[in-house]
């Protein structure tokens, strides 16, 4: 049986003529772009894997699930400056996830300026991307833990609207209020770079939450916005933990004790998380959780962080947010260096540069392997549920 069985063959803005309403881009085939890496299983393994896909609520905590060009390096910014992304409906439709964080353009999102992460920008990024999601039926918007039961129910997908970083709402408060209108269910507090709420990872000193940021927690908590810590300085995120009356998210990260990277959260961070009932997510993006052990990123690497974490912090408090995309990422990465800071924030070690991370290079390829990983390991069904959605659930539940 088909997980995604709702899927009827909609496009992206096909309501819409191409090259006459919008510009037209040579767009990426989705999935299809690098060579399916999946981890083998035996005739017994890959049966409990299908019953799985289709029984469990699967939840993806971090996610760009769009279609980028083909040609990164020639096409990416005159893209992105278009504000039109376009949603991989076909590949989402061909993933186990039920529900999809959408973090959007984030650092990316230079629509209007240079540096991004304007509030027009961000307005204009949410509202063009909701109009084409209001033209099909297969993606629902999810603002509610019943939408996304409802999504599994349907066979459909759920997506959360997510900004990566705060910049955007500058000191107006009640700019959270206006995201929350727009069904933005999760916020990150800062992105590497500071903003008025607090320090990011990349600077060299934190000052912590800050007194507006404390401000930003409260009206969070009281709206029902998930708050999310993933780019955040250390102190900053031990304010929010501190601060907070809910428990957070820090969505895409991994274990700094396997990787000296500043993108990387220390075991103290990890455990003050989870002790206020928080939830970890595993990160994937090209040349992040590498390990000593495995300094070729892939998703042998992803899964050493992903079991550091749970049996650090137990595996009521381990979830993934692989953070990949439809499209050259590595490329991407190169061509978005200073917005998305990567090279301010991955560690001095040596490191083998991948031209995609295998295993778990895109939303579809991760979520059949996140799910083959953990049968051929033999984790119980209970477990599994846990990780790959029910962990998640429970802080939504609370939240929002």
């Known amino acids: 049986m088909t997980k995604k069985r709702a899927y009827n063959g909609y496009t992206a803005y096909q309501y819409l003529e191409e090259g006459v309403d919008y510009r037209a881009f040579d767009l990426c085939d989705g999935d299809h772009v690098f060579p399916e890496s999946l981890i083998p299983l035996t005739a017994d393994q890959e049966a409990r894997a299908d019953r799985l896909a289709q029984d469990l609520i699967c939840i993806s905590l971090h996610e760009h699930p769009v279609l980028f060009p083909k040609n990164i390096a ?18 989402l439709a061909r993933s186990n996830w039920d529900c999809v964080f959408d973090n959007m353009m984030d650092g990316t999102c230079t629509i209007h300026s ?4 304007k509030w027009d920008s961000i307005v204009h990024d949410i509202g063009m991307r909701l109009s084409d999601i209001a033209h099909q039926d297969f993606i629902i918007k999810a603002e509610r833990v019943a939408d996304i039961e409802r999504a599994h129910a349907e066979g459909k997908l759920a997506l959360v609207l997510v900004i990566e970083g705060a910049a955007p709402i500058e000191n107006e408060v009640d700019r959270v209020d206006i995201l929350y209108g727009l069904g933005v269910r999760l916020m990150g507090i800062t992105y590497s770079e500071s903003n008025a709420l607090g320090s990011g990872l990349k600077e060299d000193r934190d000052g912590g939450l800050t007194a507006f940021g404390r401000q930003v927690v409260t009206r969070m908590n009281k709206i029902g916005m998930a708050i999310d810590c993933s780019h955040v300085g250390i102190q900053t995120t031990l304010d929010v933990i501190d601060y ?17 990277s500043r993108r990387l959260a220390p075991d103290h961070v990890l455990k003050a ?42 595996i009521d408090h381990v979830t993934f947010g692989p953070d990949t995309l439809y499209g050259d990422h590595v490329g991407l990465h190169h061509a978005f260096a200073a917005h998305l800071s990567t090279k301010g924030t991955q560690g001095v070690q040596a490191f083998n540069e991948v031209e995609y991370v295998r295993g778990i290079e895109n939303p579809t390829e991760g979520s059949k392997n996140i799910l083959r990983y953990l049968v051929r390991a033999g984790y119980s069904d209970a477990d599994i549920a846990k990780v790959i959605g029910q962990n998640v659930m429970r802080v939504l539940r609370e939240v929002w």
């Not at 907070?244 to 000296?260: E, N, R």
């Not at 206020?276 to 962080?305: D, L, Q, W, Y």
Request: with cysteine; proline share 2%; net charge negative.
């Open 114 to 117: 240079k540096g991004g992460w």
């Open 74 to 91: 020639r096409d990416v910014f005159e893209y992105n400056r278009e504000g039109r992304q376009a949603t991989a409906y076909a590949a």
């Open 244 to 260: 907070s009356t809910k428990p957070i998210f820090m969505s895409h990260v991994g274990a700094k004790a396997l990787w000296d």
């Open 273 to 314: 998380c989870a002790a206020k009932g928080g939830v970890i997510g595993i990160e994937a993006a090209p040349h992040t959780t590498i390990t000593e052990r495995n300094t070729e990123h892939s998703i042998e690497s992803f899964m050493e962080h992903f079991e550091y974490v749970k049996d650090l912090v137990g």
